[in-house]
């Protein structure tokens, strides 16, 4: 998401969270026609809704459309994760993960990426037609796809299984010939190689892109999908070879996660977007109002889509601050302090 003519400047906006309930992976896009235009992961993970809203705390109540579902067999017939639209060439598009089976093999789930089309100029109308799976280099556990345009190109950004790396997942970054086709060799941005990003299982995954005046940021996910999901952020010059991972700095301690205080565990998963009025940067999360979880914490429903004010530092990178406790405006209660709280 491009901020770059977000003033740092203060606002009045405010946002009461949660926004909308049991809706994780969440994924809200602000459209020329000022809809803001959601989706993310129903707790079935069998079909992809959208809503729409003149506002964020609008979507709320914004009545849901389902606009797929999946089918009973075949490699898009199990759990469908992540969905993301967005708007290119004058067409919109749904990037999202899915499975031919719910087996588990080598620790793994058995994802890949799909891509669906809509040349309606109401996404909750017209036809979503399957463009297919997106190949990449290997055939493996592949998710949360995300795209960009970046200096009049194309990208694709998302995590992946790389056969000869250990751990589930990590960041690639690639050209695209077209939006559900790659270009050439994706390049590896980052693996999960600190302590924060292996916490019961070594996770990047959940990219989003975020540009601000001279610099560029991806904010991802790490760890298990429990109170410790957090996430953390790469950072480049905007002039930088983007292609290039030496051009992308790790930040060494996460910059968003749980607050014990608030009572708000794993955040993450998150989005970027703009306030209502255009003055503030927006993002876009997940996490839980509690920390004990019985069972698999992907099958816990409650990760709830939230929404809060970025403030900036004056070197112009975010800063996040802690996730704001439930049903307080965002704007009374977000912090500047970058600490984890465990």
Same mark, same amino acid.
């Given at each position: 998401?491009?901020?770059?003519?977000?003033?740092?400047?203060?606002?009045?906006?405010?946002?009461?969270?949660?926004?909308?309930?049991?809706?994780?992976?969440?994924?809200?896009?602000?459209?020329?026609?000022?809809?803001?235009?959601?989706?993310?992961?129903?707790?079935?993970?069998?079909?992809?809704?959208?809503?729409?809203?003149?506002?964020?705390?609008?979507?709320?109540?914004?009545?849901?459309?389902?606009?797929?579902?999946?089918?009973?067999?075949?490699?898009?017939?199990?759990?469908?994760?992540?969905?993301?639209?967005?708007?290119?060439?004058?067409?919109?598009?749904?990037?999202?993960?899915?499975?031919?089976?719910?087996?588990?093999?080598?620790?793994?789930?058995?994802?890949?990426?799909?891509?669906?089309?809509?040349?309606?100029?109401?996404?909750?109308?017209?036809?979503?037609?399957?463009?297919?799976?997106?190949?990449?280099?290997?055939?493996?556990?592949?998710?949360?796809?995300?795209?960009?345009?970046?200096?009049?190109?194309?990208?694709?950004?998302?995590?992946?299984?790389?056969?000869?790396?250990?751990?589930? &997942?990590?960041?690639?970054?690639?050209?695209?010939?077209?939006?559900?086709?790659?270009?050439?060799?994706?390049?590896?941005?980052?693996?999960?190689?600190?302590?924060?990003?292996?916490?019961?299982?070594?996770?990047?995954?959940?990219?989003?892109?975020?540009?601000?005046?001279?610099?560029?940021?991806?904010?991802?996910?790490?760890?298990?999908?429990?109170?410790?999901?957090?996430?953390?952020?790469?950072?480049?010059?905007?002039?930088?070879?983007?292609?290039?991972?030496?051009?992308?700095?790790?930040?060494?301690?996460?910059?968003?996660?749980?607050?014990?205080?608030?009572?708000?565990?794993?955040?993450?998963?998150?989005?970027?977007?703009? &306030?209502?009025?255009?003055?503030?940067?927006?993002?876009?999360?997940?996490?839980?109002?509690?920390?004990?979880?019985?069972?698999?914490?992907?099958?816990?429903?409650?990760?709830?889509?939230?929404?809060?004010?970025?403030?900036?530092?004056?070197?112009?990178?975010?800063?996040?601050?802690?996730?704001?406790?439930?049903?307080?405006?965002?704007?009374?209660?977000?912090?500047?302090?970058?600490?984890?709280?465990?």
């Amino acid at each position: 998401m491009d901020t770059q003519s977000s003033p740092t400047s203060s606002s009045t906006t405010t946002y009461r969270n949660p926004i909308i309930e049991q809706r994780a992976d969440p994924w809200v896009y602000r459209h020329t026609d000022d809809y803001y235009y959601f989706t993310g992961s129903v707790p079935s993970f069998d079909y992809i809704e959208l809503r729409r809203a003149t506002h964020i705390q609008g979507l709320a109540d914004a009545e849901p459309v389902i606009v797929w579902r999946k089918p009973d067999t075949g490699p898009m017939s199990h759990l469908i994760w992540a969905p993301e639209i967005h708007y290119i060439h004058q067409k919109w598009y749904i990037y999202f993960a899915a499975a031919a089976t719910d087996e588990i093999v080598d620790g793994l789930f058995q994802h890949r990426m799909f891509v669906l089309e809509n040349d309606h100029p109401n996404p909750l109308e017209g036809t979503w037609v399957e463009k297919g799976q997106i190949m990449t280099p290997w055939d493996t556990f592949a998710l949360d796809a995300t795209t960009f345009i970046h200096q009049d190109q194309q990208y694709l950004l998302w995590a992946q299984k790389e056969p000869e790396i250990d751990g589930n &997942s990590n960041l690639y970054l690639s050209i695209m010939d077209n939006p559900w086709t790659l270009k050439g060799t994706p390049t590896r941005l980052s693996i999960p190689e600190l302590s924060w990003e292996c916490i019961g299982f070594k996770v990047n995954e959940g990219p989003a892109f975020l540009r601000k005046q001279d610099q560029l940021f991806i904010s991802y996910s790490a760890s298990a999908t429990d109170h410790h999901y957090c996430m953390g952020l790469l950072t480049a010059d905007i002039h930088s070879d983007i292609l290039n991972a030496a051009s992308w700095i790790k930040s060494d301690q996460p910059v968003f996660g749980t607050a014990e205080a608030h009572s708000q565990y794993g955040p993450g998963h998150n989005c970027f977007t703009v &306030s209502e009025d255009g003055q503030q940067d927006v993002m876009i999360y997940h996490a839980r109002n509690y920390k004990e979880i019985s069972g698999n914490p992907l099958y816990d429903p409650n990760r709830h889509m939230r929404a809060q004010i970025i403030h900036w530092n004056a070197d112009h990178t975010p800063n996040f601050g802690v996730p704001v406790a439930d049903h307080i405006s965002t704007d009374q209660t977000a912090s500047v302090d970058h600490a984890k709280e465990s």
